[in-house]
């Protein structure tokens, strides 16, 4: 990459990081997402192949998990915003602005979190866990600690409006759902059981599936080794013990 380019890369991704910066700090509640399955890894990274993968640290596994990130919910929301204020579902549309994509980052990121304890074993899990947390921490030039606590708060919000299902997605949705407080423009039959109509929540539903990362296929071409990443905030444990 030129210096132009790179300049140009590093303004955006500077304007990118105050506003998910100002959009966090003014969200009401404190509380990725793996990449699209067709985000190519970053060529920043220096690979060594052990037994025909390529070897990962956890930590370099949580940044990547988390520049794709920003980049898939960055380049998503645009889509999923349009989708909810054009759902005939809604009495009258919702108000959501198209650059308010800070809750959409908390329900992808902590979806995708659902999925890590299927393809790690609890050492790696943490690692990756405590990764992410740190890594999504400095892009948004965040407290680890509060992210930590942001991420957990919507976790745990998302699986009890999702019981007695097990469905990452449909929990997913339904955090959308709430975070965007999206009851407030139901017609008055669902608005009153302040649950969302089944049609708008399989619509989104769907759409929460290209915002997964695929581990399988990760797994199948990178092996992941611990390394010694420093924690520096107990909270930060208790996000990847909750993993």
């Given at each position: 990459?030129?210096?132009?380019?790179?300049?140009?890369?590093?303004?955006?991704s500077?304007?990118?990081?105050?506003?998910?910066?100002?959009?966090?700090?003014?969200?009401?509640?404190?509380?990725?997402?793996?990449?699209?399955r067709?985000?190519?890894?970053?060529?920043?990274?220096?690979?060594?192949?052990?037994?025909?993968?390529?070897?990962?640290?956890?930590?370099?596994?949580?940044?990547?998990?988390?520049?794709?990130?920003?980049?898939?919910?960055?380049?998503?929301?645009?889509?999923?915003?349009?989708?909810?204020?054009e759902?005939?579902?809604?009495?009258s549309?919702?108000?959501?602005?198209?650059d308010?994509?800070?809750?959409f980052?908390?329900?992808?990121v902590?979806?995708?979190?659902?999925?890590?304890?299927?393809?790690?074993?609890?050492?790696?899990?943490?690692?990756?866990?405590?990764?992410?947390?740190?890594?999504?921490?400095?892009?948004?030039?965040?407290?680890?600690?509060?992210?930590?606590?942001?991420?957990?708060?919507?976790?745990?919000?998302?699986?009890?409006?999702?019981?007695?299902?097990?469905?990452?997605?449909?929990?997913?949705?339904?955090?959308?759902?709430?975070?965007?407080q999206?009851?407030?423009?139901?017609?008055?039959y669902?608005a009153?059981?302040?649950?969302?109509?089944?049609?708008?929540?399989?619509?989104?539903?769907?759409?929460?599936?290209?915002?997964?990362?695929?581990?399988t296929?990760?797994?199948?071409?990178?092996?992941?080794?611990?390394?010694?990443?420093?924690?520096?905030?107990?909270?930060?444990?208790?996000?990847?013990?909750?993993?």
């Open positions: 990459m030129d210096a132009a380019k790179m300049m140009r890369a590093g303004e955006a500077g304007r990118r990081r105050g506003l998910i910066s100002r959009l966090l700090k003014t969200m009401c509640i404190a509380l990725k997402c793996l990449p699209r067709d985000v190519l890894l970053p060529a920043r990274f220096d690979f060594q192949v052990m037994w025909g993968r390529k070897r990962l640290t956890t930590d370099e596994v949580g940044r990547m998990f988390v520049h794709a990130t920003l980049d898939s919910v960055e380049d998503g929301w645009p889509q999923i915003s349009a989708l909810v204020r759902s005939p579902e809604f009495s549309p919702p108000k959501i602005d198209d308010a994509f800070g809750p980052l908390l329900v992808v902590a979806g995708n979190l659902d999925f890590i304890r299927e393809h790690f074993d609890i050492g790696h899990q943490r690692g990756i866990v405590e990764a992410i947390t740190r890594h999504l921490a400095e892009m948004i030039e965040s407290d680890p600690a509060d992210i930590a606590q942001r991420i957990t708060e919507v976790r745990k919000k998302m699986a009890r409006l999702n019981r007695p299902s097990k469905k990452t997605t449909s929990a997913m949705a339904r955090g959308i759902f709430t975070l965007y999206l009851n407030d423009f139901q017609t008055p669902f009153s059981l302040n649950v969302p109509n089944p049609l708008f929540l399989k619509r989104i539903d769907e759409m929460m599936t290209h915002f997964l990362w695929d581990w296929a990760f797994n199948k071409q990178y092996k992941v080794r611990k390394d010694g990443a420093a924690i520096s905030a107990p909270q930060i444990r208790s996000t990847a013990a909750a993993v």
